[in-house]
């Protein structure tokens, strides 16, 4: 057994789900407490003192003052996206076409696919990020580079190759029988092994055929305990495009639901301009939305209607979108949700963005039974916070009369620089910008 490790802090743990119920019942915050990592889990949960007289041969890392969380899990991305992050001045149309495809083209040279994983994984650890779902490119090994230095690092990541048979650069498409005998030679591949797991990944509707889109259906068919992960209704001139290449479509959902890609394990990232029937459609299925909003703010896509979705009872969780999205960081992502959710007309408690960014998108994920509460059981990814972790933010945190103001004032006004520490499986991986 390895040594066991106490971490020492203040806790934030789930009761509930605070779009359900009162936020403050929901989620709750545990002073001076602590819990004990054994064997890559977390055992034990309680008070400092109690546990640190239970275990006087543990390793004990005190973090007085610091928001002990689960780790942030960023529930949609593109890991080739890195290196053009931050692109300037178009919409998602052209903004694809501009920087989006020659960057991934750069994917075709395994080299330089398995540098990106690498540098990708060290700038979200040090974002406090310990989970993502990932869109590869179209090449094998684009998933094979992130799954590969995922598992070396022991970090649970779901991923899946990007499936595209039209309107992309010819390098960057496929055909509807190579997409589906690559992701599934990927999938029975990786799926399962150590805390990786495959997800079938074709990009959009508009860059897939029918015929693809049917081998895509067919493969999730056949392998029910995958996630299906895709793009819906993000952009208004997408839907428009949308509607030419599928005109007996009903809607954009539709797109998607006529070739078996619509289901429970069904996640859809941005979901912004939805009509009624799709949002009855995705409830009665138990299909997860993803919202990108650092990235509907940057590509100027829309105003995702959080408090709608969760009032019909769908799971969202709550992304990145790296690199249509700004930022890596999640705390800078909770705190675009925030302001969105603000020009919708409603107000977000900094319980139910944290609740968001970890829980929320475990659930979308279905990976809640493994990461995103610090329970009991659950796998030790934690990150530490430090809720004084600048001037500006240490003053207002000096002036604070809660520690919900606390919380708050960090998740509208820090970043990676908040990031106290990291452990990915029960090992502390201290990124570089802790030490
Ligand atoms: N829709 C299809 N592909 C993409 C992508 O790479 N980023 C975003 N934001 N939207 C997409
Ligand atoms: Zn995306």
Redesign the pocket.
Known sequence: MSKQQILSGDLLIFEGDPFMDESEQCVKILSDSALVIEGGLITEIGARDTLLAAHPSADHHAHKGKLICPGFIDAHV?YP?TAMIASWGKR?IDW?NTY?FPEEMRFEDPEYARKISASYLDLTTAHGTTTMAS?CTIHTASVEALFSEAHSRGQRVVAGKTCMDRNAPERLQDTAQSAYDDSKALLETWHGVGRLSYAITP??SP?STPEQLEAMGALWAENPECLMQT?LS?QMD?IVWMRDLFPDARDYLDTYERFGLLGARGVY??AIHLEPREIDQLQEHGAALVH?PT?NAF?G?GLFQMAALKARNISVGLAT?TG?GSSFSMLRTMAAAYEIAQLSGSVLHAGQLLWLATQGSAQALHLSDKIGALDVGMEADIVVVDLASTPAIAQRYENAAHVWDRIFSTIMMGDDRAIADVWIGGARVTPTSCT
């Open positions: 593109h996206q998602l694809l989006t869109f990009r959009f860059t793009h993000e997408e990232g941005h990108c990235s590509i896509s979108d249509g």
